[in-house]
Nanobody, 120 residues
Framework: QVQLVESGGGLVQAGGSLRLSCAAS????????MNWFRQAPGKEREFVAAISASGYMTKYADSVKGRFFISRDNAKNTMYLQMNSLKPEDTAVYYC?????????????WGQGTQVTVSS
């Protein structure tokens, strides 16, 4: 069993930066691939970024490439999402999720989400 807790959300002006964290409980964090998703009001949840269990592979949605950077520290059981050059359209609740098959749309655990609001 893995519990995921996101933090780091908040209100930021357009062009600003935020770093989200996803802290995992348990000793098996390092075997899971980790993912970020987001859901804006009235919209479906969408994929943002993924990182493999080892950290060697990453994947990004086209909308965030070059602006967002995913990383992880397995010693700290934590994953991060560095968000730069934020835009109002990045406003959403951001969720982290864990799965065991990289790139496969099946997820074993989800966090509760953290709100990111970007003002224009």
């Amino acid at each position: 069993q893995v519990q995921l807790v996101e933090s780091g959300g908040g209100l930021v002006q357009a062009g600003g930066s935020l770093r989200l964290s996803c802290a995992a409980s348990g000793r098996t964090f390092s075997i899971y691939h980790m993912n970020w998703f987001r859901q804006a009001p009235g919209k479906e949840r969408e994929f943002v970024a993924a990182i493999s269990a080892s950290g060697y592979m990453t994947k990004y949605a086209d909308s965030v490439k070059g602006r967002f950077f995913i990383s992880r520290d397995n010693a700290k059981n934590t994953m991060y999402l560095q968000m730069n050059s934020l835009k109002p359209e990045d406003t959403a609740v951001y969720y982290c999720a864990a799965n065991t098959r990289f790139g496969v749309k099946e997820y074993d655990y989800w966090g509760q989400g953290t709100q990111v609001t970007v003002s224009s």
